[in-house]
């Protein structure tokens, strides 16, 4: 099992519609959490971060954090086809002895005009 | 405000070889991190220093090293290339603020081992 885990997509949503990305985790210890959005060709860009259960909200963006059920998931309100990009969570959890930040594979977010 | 700088942008080396890439936080940030992201492994964590000290490290052999200065520039070493270690390689300077979390990401080096 993957220690995060993510949809790959492609996710396609509607321009002003809500787009919902969902992210599980193995590491129960697992603290902190980030979503990253990363256009083609450019570096990632942190969106979000949380380490507190509930919603955090930022602008359009709102992680939502459930530790009991190990999940974390992003919500884009009114996508813009600007949104679209490939959104990445990262957990920061322990791989064997090492204590890292653990990487999805991304989920593909396409807004259609 | 400065981003984050990495130099060189391109690089292409042979096998065997050994390389050395360099990332200049933004000011102020003592923390930087070191990924290799490729297309199929996605990003994977190399290493994180703050303040000269490896603070936390990821599950890469011991070929792959790294270090801090004293003004938080850090460099990151690959001894005895290998051609899976084309790859590009992103660093990221951070600060962790009361309640909140800045990170930035550098434009990264594409390596290239034939």
């Known amino acids: 099992q993957k220690e995060v885990e993510q949809n790959s997509g492609p996710l396609s949503v509607p321009e002003g519609a809500i787009a919902s990305l969902n992210c599980t985790y193995s590491d129960r210890g697992s603290q902190s959490f980030f979503w990253y959005r990363q256009y083609s060709g450019k570096s990632p860009e942190l969106i979000m971060f949380i380490y507190s259960n509930g919603d955090k909200e930022d602008g359009r963006f709102t992680a939502q954090l459930n530790k009991a059920s190990q999940y974390v998931s992003l919500l884009i309100r009114d996508s813009q086809p600007s949104d679209s990009a490939t959104y990445l969570c990262a957990v920061l959890g322990w791989v064997g002895s090492n204590y890292q930040l653990i990487w999805g594979a991304g989920t593909k977010l396409i807004i259609k005009p | 405000k400065a981003g984050v700088t990495q130099t060189p942008r391109y690089l292409i080396k042979t096998r065997g070889q050994q390389v050395t890439l360099s990332c200049s936080p933004i000011s102020g940030h003592r923390s930087v991190s070191w990924y290799q992201q490729t297309p199929g492994q996605g990003l994977q964590f190399l290493f994180e220093?703050?303040?000269?000290?490896?603070?936390n490290k990821g599950n890469f052999p011991g070929r792959f090293s790294g270090r801090q200065f004293s003004n938080s520039r850090s460099e990151m070493n690959v001894s005895t290339l290998e051609l899976g270690d084309s790859a590009l390689y992103l660093c990221?300077?951070?600060?962790?603020?009361?309640?909140?979390?800045?990170?930035?990401f550098g434009p990264g080096t594409r390596l290239t081992v034939t």
């Open positions: 220093y703050f303040s000269e000290t490896q603070r």
């Open positions: 990221a300077s951070s600060v962790r603020l009361a309640g909140t979390y800045e990170q930035y």
